[in-house]
């Protein structure tokens, strides 16, 4: 009897978990991640930063650096292996008396891995057709793309679209369009499809730099693009830089700024404004936000040695507890 007797509750043992692995195994993984939108109080304003998605880019497109440091530099940051993935955000500012984006992300013309600041906007509590003003960094597609639908239709009918003045001069000519190199073509013409819309319904002006909305500054930032701009956010006494697309690799042009990337059209300019900016973001410890930083974006500059910089990410934290 006692061997029959282990024998039955070996077998029931058994049976027990195996059953308990089976229900266990019955539980589906979620593969979801939380809405990617992040919220700060900057004064009166409210901030929230609103993420688009993320692009991996090839290490080749980075220069004036050897590949064998370009290496070194992103493994230090536990990137880059095989490819440097960058991330795309755009910024949401509600002062109060106006709803203003600061680029629309990348649309539907880069992919799923892009296009998914409306999803984003909609998930941080607010629509497209509340937005007021949009304010365009520059006009490269993956900040002009997601001002329209697949049908060239726009997605904020009640928006005025503004970018500067030089920015609006290259990338809408024909005639520097059909003198571009081959590759640099599809870059028109997705500029050139985005604004169409709002062009023809009058929602697109262009700004000299300065005050373009209350509180919102537009600061020259050129060589990325030749009207590249940065906007100063300013409420009783705090401000935000949001600086477009100054740095694109995170883990190599803060500590190494002479780095320049191929999309760069003017890069010994782009490197001069890189530079700069770096220095006096460091030197006055404003805070920064950057359209190719690791989501929020959102952060300060350290001083690490001559011309080498370092990025200090914002901690997370409730958009009450930054009020002052």
Known sequence: MLPHFRH?????????????????????QVLTQVPGYFRIQLGRFEVTALYDGTTELDKSLLHHSKPEDIDQLLARMFVGNPKMQTAVNAYLINTGTSLVL???????????????????????????????TVLLTHLHGDH??????????????????????????????????????????????IAQEAAAPYQRSGQWKTFSHGKVVPGIEAIRAEGHTPGHTAFKVDSEGQQLLIWGDVVHVHAVQFSHPAVSIDFDVD???????????????????????GMHLPFPGIGHVRTDGPESYAWVPIEFGMADTFRK
């Open 8 to 28: 039955c509750v070996l077998t029931t043992l058994c049976l027990f978990f195996c059953f308990q692995s089976l229900c266990l195994a019955q539980v589906p």
């Open 102 to 132: 600061i680029d629309a992300g990348a649309g539907h013309f880069f992919g799923p891995a892009l296009g998914r600041m409306l999803t984003n906007l909609k998930a941080a509590g607010y629509t497209a057709d509340q937005i007021d």
């Open 144 to 189: 002009v793309g997601g001002l329209v639908d697949t049908e060239g239709r726009p997605f904020f009918p009640k928006a005025t679209v503004r970018v500067a003045q030089p920015e609006h001069d290259y990338w809408l000519s024909e005639q520097k369009a059909a003198a571009a190199p081959t590759e640099a073509q599809p870059f028109f013409k």
């Open 267 to 289: 890069p010994k300019q782009a490197e001069v404004t890189r530079k700069a900016l770096l220095q006096e973001t460091a030197a006055t410890k404003i805070l920064v936000a």
